[in-house]
C-alpha cells in the first residue's frame, strides 16, 4: 500500500487575529507545521495547537520562518548566517516546550514562506539552516522540496530528508514553485486538488504551469491552512487519497 503524510501550516494567528481553522485541520491532517512566533503565532496559540496536535495524534513540527510578523515571513531577508542559525534554534526550542507541556515533542523542522524558497537555491542560508538542526537535534528529519539545496546540504549532515509537494500550489518545469505573485500559483478547485494528490501519491505525473507532464514523489503532501475553502479542500484531498488506496501516516515517528 502507498504510504503518504498528510501536513498543514498550522498556529498562524496572533492574538487576537486569527488566520484559519486550525482544530478542524487537526481532524484531517497527519502532521502539523506549526508557526514558531517568527512569522505568525504567539506562546498562547502555540500551547493551544500543540495540545489539540497531541490530542488528535497529529505529529507537531516546527515551522520556522524569518523574523517578520508584519509580512507574515513572506518577504527575502538577507539575514547573516550566525544569526539566522540562531533565530532557527530559537524557535525550534520555543514549540518545543509547549509540545513538551502536551506530553509530546517537536517531531520535525520545516521551513516557511520565504526562507523556504530562499534555501531551494541560497546555499549560505539554506546551510545556516540545517547548522540549526544539526545543533539543536540531528535526529529531527527535515522537511522540503526536493533537488533544493537545504535538502542535499541535510542530507550531506546526516540529516533524514523528506521530500514535500504542494496540494494547491502550480508548479514550474522545473519542479518549483510559482511565485504567488503570478496568476494561476494557487489552485483553487478541490476536485482538481484532490486528484492530483492522488497522482502524486501514486508517482503519476501532474500538469506544470507550461502544460509538461511533471512527475513528484512526495513523502508528504501539504495543504495550505490559509487559503479559502482550506478545510474543504483538504477533506477532499483526505478522502480521494483513502478512496484510491493510499495509507496516511505521519513521517515522523
Known amino acids: 500500500m502507498t504510504r503518504v503524510d498528510l501536513n498543514s501550516d498550522l498556529g498562524e494567528g496572533f492574538g487576537q487575529w486569527t488566520l484559519g481553522d486550525d482544530d478542524a485541520l487537526l481532524g484531517v491532517v497527519t502532521s502539523a507545521n506549526v508557526a514558531c512566533g517568527f ?3 504567539d506562546a ?18 516546527a515551522q520556522v520562518g524569518y523574523r517578520d510578523l508584519p509580512g507574515f515571513g513572506r518577504r527575502f531577508i538577507d539575514v547573516e548566517p550566525e544569526s539566522l542559525t540562531a533565530d532557527v534554534v530559537y524557535q525550534i526550542g520555543a514549540l518545543e516546550g509547549f509540545a513538551r507541556i502536551a506530553g509530546d515533542r517537536v517531531r520535525y523542522v520545516k521551513p516557511h514562506g520565504a526562507l523556504y524558497n530562499a534555501i531551494v537555491h541560497h546555499e ?11 545543533a539543536y537535534d ?3 528529519p527535515v522537511l522540503g522540496l526536493p533537488g533544493s ?8 549532515a546526516g540529516l533524514t530528508v523528506v521530500h514535500e509537494a504542494f496540494a494547491d500550489r502550480a508548479y514550474t518545469p522545473e519542479g ?5 505573485r503570478l496568476p494561476g500559483a494557487v489552485l483553487h478547485d478541490p476536485a482538481e486538488i484532490a486528484a492530483r494528490c ?3 501519491a501514486a508517482g503519476e505525473p501532474i500538469t506544470d504551469v507550461e502544460g509538461g507532464e511533471l512527475t513528484l514523489q512526495p513523502g508528504s503532501i501539504c495543504v495550505h491552512g490559509d487559503t479559502p475553502g482550506a478545510v474543504e479542500i483538504a477533506r477532499q484531498v ?5 478512496t484510491a488506496g493510499v495509507e496516511l501516516a505521519p513521517f515522523a515517528g
Not at 498562547?44 to 513540527?61: D, L, N
Not at 549560505?124 to 544539526?134: D, G, L, N, T
Not at 537545504?150 to 542530507?155: D, G, K
Open 238 to 242: 483526505r478522502t480521494a487519497l483513502n
Open 176 to 180: 518549483t514553485l510559482v511565485s504567488r
Open 149 to 156: 539545496a537545504w535538502l542535499r546540504l541535510a542530507a550531506e
Open 44 to 61: 498562547t496559540i502555540m500551547r493551544r495547537v500543540c495540545a489539540k496536535a497531541v490530542e488528535s495524534g497529529v505529529a507537531i513540527g
Open 39 to 41: 512569522h505568525a503565532s
Open 124 to 134: 549560505e542560508q539554506a546551510a545556516a539552516v540545517v547548522a540549526a538542526v544539526v
Open 138 to 140: 540531528r535526529t529531527l
Open 198 to 200: 492522488v497522482a502524486m
